[in-house]
C-alpha cells in the first residue's frame, strides 16, 4: 500500500485554509485517490473538545491532529490539514511526526485582509472584547520560515491557490 501526503495548511483565520481544503478535496477526490480533511475547528469539538486556547493546549491539540495524520497517512489516505497552527514548534513536530509525504502550505494573507474576509465571525468577536486570544490579533503567529509553498489568498483566487498546490504533489510525484 503507498502511503498517503499530508497537507498542513497553516494560516491566520480567514485565510482561506478551509475553503481551500474542500476544494482540494474534491479534485483529488474526483482523481480518484482517498482524501480525508482535518478542519482545526471541527476536529476541536471532537478530538480536543476540553482544551481551550491556551499555548499548551494548542500545541497538545496541534499533536493530536498530527498523529490522526500520520495514522492516516501511513494507511494510504492522503490527507488534508487545515489547522492554525501559529508556532513554528507545533509544525516542525508534525513534519517530524508525519516524515516523507508531509508538506508544509503557508497560507498567507495579511490580518487586514483576514480581518475583512472574517468568514466566522471571529475578528469582529476580537474586536468586541468577546475573544481574548484570536491569532494575528491578541496571539502570535510565528511565519513560516521555509515552508513547502507559500499560496498567497490576496494574489490568486481560489481556483489557481488549489492549482499551486496541486502542482506540488505533481511535482513531488504524488500526482499524475
Not at 61 to 84: D, E, P, T
Not at 89 to 103: K, L, P, Q, T, V
Not at 153 to 173: G, M, P, V
Amino acid at each position: 500500500m503507498k502511503k498517503g501526503f499530508v497537507l498542513w495548511l497553516t494560516g491566520l483565520p480567514g485565510s482561506g485554509k478551509t475553503t481551500l481544503s474542500y476544494i482540494l478535496k474534491d479534485h483529488l477526490s474526483a482523481k480518484g485517490l482517498p482524501v480525508e480533511v482535518l478542519d482545526g475547528d471541527e476536529v476541536r469539538k471532537n478530538l480536543s473538545p476540553n482544551l481551550g486556547f491556551t499555548k499548551e493546549d494548542r500545541e497538545i491539540h496541534a499533536k493530536r491532529v498530527a498523529y490522526v495524520s500520520q495514522l492516516l497517512a501511513r494507511n494510504g489516505v492522503n490527507v488534508i490539514v487545515a489547522l492554525i497552527s501559529p508556532y513554528r514548534s507545533f509544525r516542525d513536530n508534525a513534519r517530524e511526526m508525519i516524515g516523507e509525504g508531509f508538506f508544509e502550505i503557508w497560507i498567507k494573507a495579511t490580518p487586514e485582509t483576514c480581518r475583512q474576509r472574517d468568514p466566522k465571525g471571529l475578528y469582529k468577536k476580537a474586536s468586541a472584547g468577546q475573544i481574548n486570544n484570536l491569532t494575528g490579533i491578541q496571539d502570535p503567529y510565528e511565519e513560516p520560515l521555509n515552508p513547502d509553498l507559500i499560496v498567497d489568498t490576496e494574489a490568486k483566487n481560489i481556483d489557481d491557490s488549489a492549482e499551486l498546490i496541486i502542482s506540488l504533489l505533481k511535482r513531488k510525484h504524488y500526482l499524475n
